[in-house]
């Protein structure tokens, strides 16, 4: 296994729709998710998507909340390709954000409370799951970057966006929730 370059905020790969895979289980994309995994844990990742590390794929792969875990002694982390959401729910809510693409920064980001999302594991299974809370953020921050999207363009207030030390410092204290 190997740890890939991320890819930083101003790289066109961040900013296109990711191409589907088309063939599985392939050994290529096996690797790659491999790779991905040990890359989100070395830079202490909770989700990562393909056009990050520089490869235009529906790819992602994220780690399951600690109260959804099996064996809460244990990392678990899920690789879907070609995922889709099913459905969104209201409320909508806001949440502070980082990404391993924008390093040092985080946003107020608002995003759905509960998902039905669905994808292939890497030999082609399907996956269907009903995610609420940071499971949902998560998947949902990593489904936009395989659309091009970074969560700064989802910002719930202009202003709240900035160096993760600054933000912590004059943000976390206040009424963030606007």
Same mark, same amino acid.
């Given at each position: 296994?190997?740890?890939? !370059?991320?890819?930083?905020?101003?790289? %066109?790969?961040?900013?296109?729709?990711?191409?589907?895979? +088309?063939?599985? %289980? +392939? %050994?290529?994309? !096996?690797?790659?998710?491999?790779?991905?995994?040990?890359?989100?844990?070395?830079?202490?990742?909770?989700?990562? *998507? *393909? %056009?990050?590390?520089?490869?235009? !794929?529906?790819?992602?792969?994220?780690?399951?909340?600690?109260?959804? !875990?099996?064996?809460?002694?244990?990392?678990?982390?899920?690789?879907?390709?070609?995922?889709?959401?099913?459905?969104?729910?209201?409320?909508?809510?806001?949440?502070?954000?980082?990404?391993?693409?924008?390093?040092?920064?985080?946003?107020?980001?608002?995003?759905?409370?509960?998902?039905?999302?669905?994808?292939?594991?890497?030999?082609?299974?399907?996956?269907?799951?009903?995610?609420?809370?940071?499971? *949902?953020?998560?998947?949902?921050?990593?489904? +936009?970057?395989?659309?091009?999207?970074?969560?700064?363009?989802?910002?719930?207030?202009?202003? *709240?966006?900035?160096?993760?030390?600054?933000?912590?410092?004059?943000?976390? +204290?206040?009424?963030?929730?606007?």
């Amino acid at each position: 296994m190997s740890i890939l !370059k991320i890819a930083k905020l101003g790289h %066109p790969v961040l900013q296109k729709k990711a191409s589907l895979v +088309d063939k599985l %289980p +392939d %050994p290529n994309i !096996k690797k790659l998710i491999q790779d991905m995994t040990e890359t989100m844990l070395e830079y202490n990742g909770i989700g990562l *998507a *393909a %056009p990050q590390v520089h490869v235009s !794929k529906q790819v992602m792969i994220l780690r399951i909340p600690d109260e959804e !875990k099996k064996d809460n002694n244990s990392i678990e982390i899920m690789a879907l390709i070609n995922p889709k959401i099913l459905k969104t729910f209201e409320p909508i809510e806001n949440d502070w954000e980082g990404c391993l693409s924008i390093p040092h920064m985080l946003g107020l980001v608002k995003r759905f409370s509960r998902i039905i999302y669905e994808g292939l594991d890497m030999n082609g299974n399907a996956i269907k799951k009903e995610a609420t809370g940071i499971h *949902a953020r998560i998947f949902q921050h990593e489904f +936009d970057h395989l659309n091009g999207i970074l969560y700064i363009y989802r910002l719930a207030n202009n202003k *709240a966006f900035g160096f993760e030390n600054e933000i912590k410092k004059y943000w976390k +204290d206040i009424n963030e929730k606007e």
